[in-house]
């Protein structure tokens, strides 16, 4: 049985931005405190991944995430709030 998510895009695109500009920039995104960014070719879509959870934002801010464990999907969505809050 899936578990319910629910990811705020605005802060999750907060914590990009920051990661584009704190980060460090390799060639598979930018590193930043515990996740990886990164973007497609036309920049439209975001990716924002931890070891253990993959979030992806489209257009007009429909997402998906993937996880394995409700536990590692909150431990993420905190992460961002801390990293929106820093």
């Known amino acids: ?7 705020d895009v605005k802060e999750a695109l907060r914590v990009f ?3 584009t500009k704190e ?8 590193h930043y405190r515990g996740l990886t960014v990164s973007t497609d070719f036309d920049g439209y ?6 070891a253990k959870v993959q979030l992806t934002v489209f257009f007009h801010n429909k997402y998906t995430v993937d ?8 431990e993420f969505v905190d992460l961002l709030a801390k ?3 820093d």
């Open 83 to 85: 990293l929106d809050r």
């Open 17 to 19: 931005d920051k990661a």
């Open 1 to 7: 049985m899936e578990q319910e998510h629910k990811i």
């Open 45 to 50: 879509t975001v990716f924002i991944n931890s």
């Open 67 to 74: 996880y394995d464990s409700a536990d590692d999907l909150q």
């Open 23 to 30: 980060g460090v920039k390799e060639s598979d995104g930018w």
